[in-house]
């Protein structure tokens, strides 16, 4: 079974923390590659960070220090803290999957979540 379900979005202020969780089947957590992304109005699906499953994670340079990726084995869910949100965080974020050779190309992903929308303003 394929399951991603992403939760926890809403709208914070610039400086506030959000964590979003993606609640995965078993066939889904096994994968090598999980991975945040986050899509924009107007803007491509890009990246974020992600997790590849001997435990190393990774980000991009401009969460870098903001946001940090867990995982819950116990409970089979990837986590996505965000703190000191900004509003060039606005988007729509979503989990992923793919089974090897882990990258931030959305494209090369077989398995997303629906998403959960994350929205900074004051």
């Known amino acids: 079974q394929v399951q991603l379900v992403e939760s926890g979005g809403g709208s914070v202020q610039p400086g506030g923390s959000l964590t979003l969780s993606c609640a995965a089947s078993?066939?889904?957590?096994?994968?090598?590659?999980l991975t945040w992304f986050r899509q924009a109005p107007g803007k491509e699906r890009a990246a974020v960070g992600g997790?590849?499953?001997?435990?190393?994670?990774w980000y991009i340079a401009s969460v870098k220090g903001r946001f940090s990726i867990s995982k819950d084995n116990a409970n089979k869910t990837l986590y996505l803290q965000m703190n000191s949100l900004k509003p060039e965080d606005t988007a729509t974020y979503y989990c992923?999957?793919?089974?090897?050779?882990?990258?931030?190309?959305?494209?090369?992903?077989?398995?997303w979540g629906q998403g959960t929308q994350v929205t900074v303003s004051s």
């Open positions: 997790t590849v499953s001997d435990g190393e994670t």
């Open positions: 078993e066939y889904t957590y096994s994968m090598r590659c």
């Open positions: 992923a999957a793919k089974t090897s050779y882990c990258n931030a190309n959305p494209q090369k992903y077989d398995y």
